[in-house]
């Protein structure tokens, strides 16, 4: 069975936090990964990440990144300097990850997240960023890292909209640890059919995001999972299958993600824990059914 994991901001709302906490949840309630923000780690020592790193072997949770880019190290950028000092920061990052031994780190890590100023060239900033990220699977690759470029809607990015446009991403920087990560919400966003999306992806395919249209739990919105899984089947996805949910409003997370109802109206830990163990278990019972 696929790896399942969860994206440790489902609970906090800061996007550090107590890794120790959310590594134990994770355990605690059957996942086999948890994933989190990669730029904290730069703040943290060497041996503090280590140590996490062990609480997270002895609980048997695989640790995973993602990271939404800052703009002033936008490596699309028309700015050499900017560039530049975004493959500084993500080299960085990239060595951080490889002291927790990380295996993999996606997200919008190819360009600045969000929507960059003025006039925008997409041909121009997807090319820059190419140029960029080749020199960065270099480092990647030397570290034992595989580099997931996330597709993401209009809103969120401007580089890497469709499975498509990914897909000719990673055949032009040719590398044999760089693929593409899809993800569920994006998906509906931006392309006429996610099944199709998944079919396009195909062999490149090394990450997925699983969320509902609105971010909420798989199962409790209106996307076709049936159809998800099917296509995660035919392409013969082995790879781990991430929750990225967002659900309440405040805080660093709630901002960023411009979540600002809370989605699910109980309060209290233990109501978002039990939400987790839905989302578990819909998940497992999707990849049951297809022998996955």
């Not at 900017?82 to 996606?106: F, P």
């Not at 209106?222 to 082995?238: C, G, P, T």
């Not at 901002?255 to 109206?265: A, F, G, Q």
Request: hydrophobic share 40%; proline share 2%; aromatic share 10%.
């Amino acid at each position: 069975m696929n790896k399942l994991g969860i994206f440790m901001n489902f609970w906090e709302q800061n996007w550090n936090a107590d890794y120790y906490k959310y590594i134990k949840k994770a355990s605690d309630l059957g996942f086999d990964v948890l994933e989190f923000q990669a730029q904290p780690l730069l703040n943290i020592p060497d041996e503090e990440l280590r140590n996490i790193k062990k609480a997270a072997d002895d609980c048997g949770i695989e640790l995973t990144y993602s990271l939404g880019l800052d703009k002033r190290y936008d490596i699309s950028s028309d700015d050499p300097y900017i560039r530049g000092a975004g493959v500084v920061y993500l080299t960085d990052i990239l060595k951080k990850v490889a002291v927790q031994e990380g295996k993999i780190i996606s997200g919008v890590s190819y360009a600045g997240w969000g929507v960059p100023e003025g006039e925008i060239n997409k041909k121009r900033r997807t090319a820059n960023s190419i140029g960029s990220m080749k020199q960065l699977v270099k480092v990647a690759n030397s570290l034992g890292i595989q580099y997931a470029v996330e597709v993401v809607n209009r809103f969120e990015g401007v580089v890497l909209n469709t499975a498509k446009e990914a897909v000719a991403y990673v055949e032009e920087v040719d590398s044999p640890n760089i693929g593409v990560l899809l993800d569920t919400y994006h998906m509906n966003i931006e392309e006429p059919s996610i099944r199709d999306a998944i079919h396009t992806a195909g062999k490149y395919l090394i990450g997925f995001h699983v969320g509902e249209n609105n971010r909420t739990a798989p199962g409790r919105g209106h996307l076709n999972w049936d159809e998800i899984f099917d296509a995660l089947k035919d392409v013969n996805y082995r790879g781990r299958i991430v929750a990225e949910l967002f659900v309440k409003a405040g805080g660093e997370v709630g901002r960023d993600i411009y979540v600002w109802k809370d989605l699910i109206e109980e309060e209290g830990e233990e109501v978002l824990d039990a939400e987790a163990r839905y989302m578990l278990a819909f998940e497992r019972k999707m990849l049951e059914a297809r022998g996955m």
